[in-house]
């Protein structure tokens, strides 16, 4: 077994050791990226099947809870650090030949940061440490944005930064006023002393949180800087961004919500907002002619359906929601490493330029027919499962509310299969133009690997989701059970 | 058993796939083979015991099982024939075609999943195969290029409108009652509340209605079925829609049962009347618009639409008699249909049109398809001895029994209309004069005239001994609560009148033997070649002389006003208007971020006052 705490201080380390790397010798400091999240994939994979029983609390510096700073890995932990360490490691691998210009070193050091800065929230069990490691996702991330120093990426680095900046005061505020209430910073402490369903004072708290949050989460409204940022930045960054940042902050919002406040029913009104969340996205991406704006806003979209899963409340739901989160992750970044490619060969994001691409770049044209599959959730996918689940638990309900929530959902469903399909025919279907003004070399091995790796972890999932829907419910009870995580910790 | 059959469709699609980066040859031989052992495997089947077993234990909580019985057995063997002559059918039309490969994979996938359809025994099982097929489908559909990317899109959206309902369906009645499984429903839904009933009705019925292109849902099929490549659509016409029909069977029948079906009402509506109701209108409106087109492709899917009518109408009218003719059309119309389009498909392989107007005069060129045509318009249109007059026999008989006169009208008319589009399609095509272009047509390749020869035998074969699919079909529909039929091999016999084809067809041989003779008794007529017709002294305008032009002329003129596609503008009116407020919701987005911050604090704002006023933690 690995000590949780080596998951944060293995890429945080070499993060600062790629700088130093390079007056050694540059090229291997690309190679750093990939092997630090391989481990960090292997690792958290091999904490799953140990943490599902009892979590494994780390106290840093030998204090117990709730006076020491502590690392909570539950089967959420595990699970979702597993999974960044994955997405991570895959397009830690894409980038080797896909980022050629500009500070490669800044790039993966700013990378693995960045995967560090997830990695701690999904691990750590105090509040202050959320925000600190929020703080370091959300600045690697508006430094990614900028990367290629265009003007359109530097303006969507700022107008992110901007909101992202106004996001986390209002985080600050919220466990500034906890902290003040309750002298305490320790999650499991904090949730411990709100048993009753709370007064003013406990909920204001609570929205803070849950705004400020919801920026990374691309809740609908708060995720006006999410399109720009996201088509702006490289494929790379695109893919850690859509596939796991904004599925990091969905998980702090359940993780505040349920675990340190139990306010189920104010879920109930995200389940709304998620809705809203869908029909927006679907609608906004509906007549985009930019592909990667489009994936963006389709992003927000996915995470509308998240947050309606996690809505649900009831342990299908969460499961659901998680395994959505899973899966909307996996084929995301599916797409975006391959539009990376199509771009790159084309030389222009608009939609009309990728016409017969498929037999100029024959996988990635698979690897996004096969995403735009899963993410409309078409057998035998990983997004059938996934949404299958979630639509499952909203009926379980039992309650006319969600009847008409889940048909509105579907109706999402109905405009994103409609815009996906479209672009899957332009791919193969339409007579390619003679003139590309892109490159003509085929797609590096480094590119190729990550594709076809998730094109087979999406399918074998899609036909076996019994292989990772054992950990997902143990993950979704932790965050119902709210009086086993508080004496797992306090003990 | 079952899971050998599915392992062998869904295996032979991919490793047809691989090998034909190797050797198309193989791949051609390969795929063939397949649905011949699948054709081989199904009929062993029939002779095993109906079975149910769970192949699949606990997908997200779920038992996935398969199961057969003669309901699915029919489905399956009419299925893996159609596949098999199709697939032969292919290896000529898509030589030269671009990404064989591809097609090859997926129309073997498009079949295999349909089988799956057939052979699951749960919803879930269904619904996944459902779903494999529609978008295989969609690739296929689009997979013509040009026009034919805007019909597939239309499928696909409309399939997935329709696997959405289901899909409410389906998880609402796992919901409630904890089971999909085929078998346990039955008992589950016989206490079900009428509107609960009604509900799921309603929900399922939008999937199947679609695809089984019942009016208000048909707008899908005349540019799908006429932008495939041939021998897919006659996949489609003959099998793909059929599901719907096969869906409709297990919704009504299998899952909901006949008491509950033919009970649900409100005073005088009845859920099953408007039903046929749907169905007469469904039989009535296509076939006039299917006398009006002018590409053979698209007659022949208006002319799908309208005799899915007819089966929907068999089936939803719930009398012993409609019941084993829809279910006996379905059948009749999966072999002629398919006959037809790979007829058509022959034709366009080698003039490269489909254009009823520039065709004409291909008899002496292609006579094997001239003949195919003729039988299969000749089952369309339900003449004695061909299968389609059996099955239209027993509907109409039922109707009028049961004293539906405007049912029973509607569906004469549409006969007379399937009389006029028939034969426009057969004068068009083979009669008249052959225009100029077309003298060097050679006829049709082997692999092309031998799916027509088959099909073409069929029809006869099933219309003069109609009792051998009928034994099977009586035997379905007693299994589903009706009566039996009392059946010979040529026909019924019973107090609702007699039917001996085998008379029929004694007296057909007769005549035409005594006719034979009398003709070749008499003086010797002159040769008159295809090219010297009569006009009327004038000397003919080489080349120009073409009477298929504007067949119908003065029919489409008095028509035309009256037979525009409402539906069709409404639906595209809607996604219109879906653009139009997408447009609108993509300026929340100013590109100020003044507004966004503003956004964010609104949110803060909204969330405090919900609070404050509702008090909802």
Known sequence: MVNPAFLLAVPLGLAFVIPLLKFISPKLTIFIPPLALLFNLIASALLIPEVSEEPIVVSIGGFSPPFAINLVAGPVGALLSAFIGLIGFLVAIYSLDYIREGAEEKYYSLLLLFLTGATGIVLTGDIFNLFVFFEILCISSYSLVAYLGDKSGVEASVKYLIQGTVGSSFLLLGIGLLYGQFGTLNMADIASQ?????????????????????????????????????????????????????????????????????????????????????????????????????????????????????????????????????????????????VGYMIYRSGSTKISSLKGMSKITPIASLGFTIGAFSLVGLPPFMGFPSKLMVIRAALAKEELLFLVLVAFVLLGTVIEGSYFLRIVQVLYFTKKKSDSKGGHQPVPLSGLVPICLLIVLIVIIGIYPGLITNFLNSAASEFLNRTSYITSVMG | ???????????????????????????????????????????????????????????????????????????????????ALSVIFSFNYIRGRERRDFYYLMILLVNASMLGIVLSGDLLLFYIFWEIMSWSAFLLISYSKGKALAAGLKYIVMSIIGSGTMLIGITSLYGNYGTLALEELPTNLATAPPLYLLFIFILFFVAFGIKNAILPFHTWLPPAHSEAPAPFSAILSGMLIKMGTYGIILLFYVISGIKLFLGLSSGVWSFHYILCGLAAVTIVVPTFIAVLQDDAKKLLAWSTIGQAGYIMLGISFGTNLSMAGGIFHFFNHAIFKSLLFLAIGAVEYRTSTRDLNSLGGLIKKMPVAFLATLVGIGGLIGIPLTNGFFSKWLIYKSLILDKQPFLAFAALIGTWGAILYSYKLLHNIFLGQLPEKYRDIKKAPISMRLPLAILSIAVIIFGVLPGLPLNPINKITTSLGFQPLNLGIWGTVSDTGTVNTLNIFLAFVLVSGILWYVF????????????????????????????????????????????????????????????????????????????????????LAALILVQLGWKIW
Request: proline share 4%; glycine share 10%; net charge positive.
């Open chain 1, 194 to 338: 709100i048993q009753t369903p709370g007064s003013t004072s406990i909920f204001i708290p609570l929205v803070l949180m849950i705004t400020g949050l919801g920026v990374e989460g691309a809740i609908f409204p708060l995720n006006a800087w999410l399109p720009d940022a996201h088509s702006s930045a490289p494929s790379s960054i695109s893919a850690v961004l859509s596939g796991i940042a904004i599925g990091i902050g969905i998980y702090a919002i359940a993780r505040v919500v349920f675990t340190i406040f139990g306010a189920k029913p104010v879920f109930q009104l995200l389940a709304i907002i998620g809705l809203l969340t869908v029909l927006v996205g679907e609608l906004s991406a509906f007549s985009q002619d930019d592909i990667k704006r489009l994936l963006a806003y389709s992003s927000t979209g996915q995470m509308g359906l998240i947050v309606f899963g996690l809505g649900i409340a009831s342990i299908e739901g969460v499961t659901g929601g998680l395994f959505q989160l899973l899966s909307h992750g996996l084929s995301k970044a599916l797409l975006f490493l391959t």
């Open chain 2, 520 to 603: 070749r008794s008499g003086a010797e007529s002159p040769k008159v070649s295809q090219e010297n017709s009569y006009a009327a002294g004038a000397p003919i305008p080489e080349g120009k002389y073409n009477y298929t032009v504007d067949f119908y002329n003065p029919l489409e003129r008095m028509l035309k006003p009256y037979l525009k596609d409402l539906i069709d503008s409404f639906y595209s009116w809607i996604a219109e208007a879906v653009k139009q407020i997408s447009t609108r919701v993509r300026k929340i987005y100013t590109g100020y971020v003044g507004t966004y911050v503003m956004y964010i604090i609104a949110l």
């Open chain 2, 1 to 83: 058993m079952l899971a050998t059959i599915l392992i062998i469709a869904f295996g032979g699609a991919i490793v047809s796939y691989i090998l034909g980066k190797f050797s198309s040859r193989l791949r051609n031989y390969l795929s063939a083979l397949v649905w011949i052992t699948l054709i081989g495997l199904t009929s062993y089947s029939f002779f095993t015991t109906p079975t149910t077993n769970v192949f699949y234990p606990g997908f997200i909580g779920f038992n996935l099982t398969l199961r057969i019985n003669l309901l699915s057995w029919l489905f399956a063997i009419t299925i893996s024939v159609i596949a």
